[in-house]
């Protein structure tokens, strides 16, 4: 990291994005704390860099937790959300409190603390079902979940504090992360955890409708590359940027390959499609690449296969 950027906050840093970004940030010798309510986080995933991060327990709705969390502060990496389409079906306030009010919360306390560039896991899912592939930045929203809606008015809200207030800010709109550490055990869990856990068991993956569903499935380390990228990029005035493969891959082929890795023949089970649901998303990563340089590290085989190997270390 650069000398300006020192002190990283992570906030989320104890669930699956965020527990990556802070061991890479830790490898880089940059001093860390974490803001983490533990909800849906867990302290077992950062157990081996004990005394290397400074922990807070805390929520982004606790202005007193923000403060504490926020004093000499460069940059915040921030994670914390709510993170289930199906979840927030059932309880859109709840999730509009916490992605929304508590995104508008954390600018107000980095501005009060004088940090100056924020970095924000925003979601693909503000594109809906816009049925133009592949998605550009450009595009206008569409967002068909409270979370899509939540997660999109959090973008807006770092757009407007980048224009009013100078702050440095960007959107990274993330394209369906996976890799190791993701739940499988969750009500809601992601797709490919869930998939692979099954299979490892001899068990035939759910899959929620026909499985010709497609998805830029986007391995976390490419995640973690564009979170570092972004927060040493000039000109960074509340853009939204694409954070993906720039690959469609359908659900029927993660089986397919998941068969082929684990020398399994297991077929899935079709259940009915879930309410929020995206049916295909394909990103146009080309505006990540000029503003940040990005560029995927990892493309999807071989992130199945590195979530498969991580997986049979646990099932």
Do not use: W
């Amino acid at each position: 990291m650069s000398a300006s950027m020192k002190t990283a906050l992570v906030t989320g840093g104890a669930g699956f994005i965020g527990h990556h970004i802070v061991r890479a940030l830790v490898a880089r010798s940059c001093t860390v704390r974490v803001l983490d309510d533990l909800s849906a986080g867990r302290l077992d995933r950062l157990q081996d860099l004990a005394g290397r991060y400074q922990m807070i327990k805390g929520s982004i709705l606790e202005t007193d937790a923000l403060a504490q969390a926020m004093e000499g502060v460069d940059v915040v990496f921030h994670h914390a959300a709510l993170v289930s389409v199906p979840a927030s079906v059932h309880d859109p306030l709840g999730y509009h409190q916490v992605n929304a009010t508590g995104t508008l919360q954390l600018l107000q306390a980095a501005r009060a603390a004088g940090v100056k560039r924020i970095v924000y896991a925003a979601s693909s899912a503000a594109y809906g079902e816009r049925p133009e592939q592949p998605k550009r930045e450009d595009q206008p929203p569409a967002p068909i979940s409270p979370y899509a809606v939540s997660k999109f008015c959090a973008e807006q809200y770092l757009t407007v504090y980048a224009t009013l207030f100078g702050l440095a800010t960007v959107s990274l709109r993330y394209f369906n992360v996976f890799g190791p550490q993701q739940d499988p055990k969750s009500q809601y869990g992601a797709a490919i955890p869930s998939i692979v856990t099954r299979m490892l068991r001899g068990q035939r993956p759910i899959i929620f409708g026909d499985g010709q569903q497609t998805r830029d499935f986007c391995f976390v380390q490419n995640v973690v590359h564009a979170n570092l990228l972004a927060a040493e990029a000039p000109d960074l005035h509340g853009q939204a940027l694409n954070i993906a493969c720039g690959q469609r891959v359908s659900l029927n082929e993660v089986v397919r390959l998941t068969n082929r890795f684990l020398g399994t023949n297991l077929q899935p089970q079709y259940d009915p499609p879930r309410p929020g649901d995206v049916r295909d998303s394909l990103a146009d990563i080309s505006l990540a690449a000029s503003v940040l340089k990005y560029q995927p590290q990892v493309y999807f085989e071989e992130g199945l296969r590195r979530s498969i190997d991580y997986y049979r270390t646990v099932v």
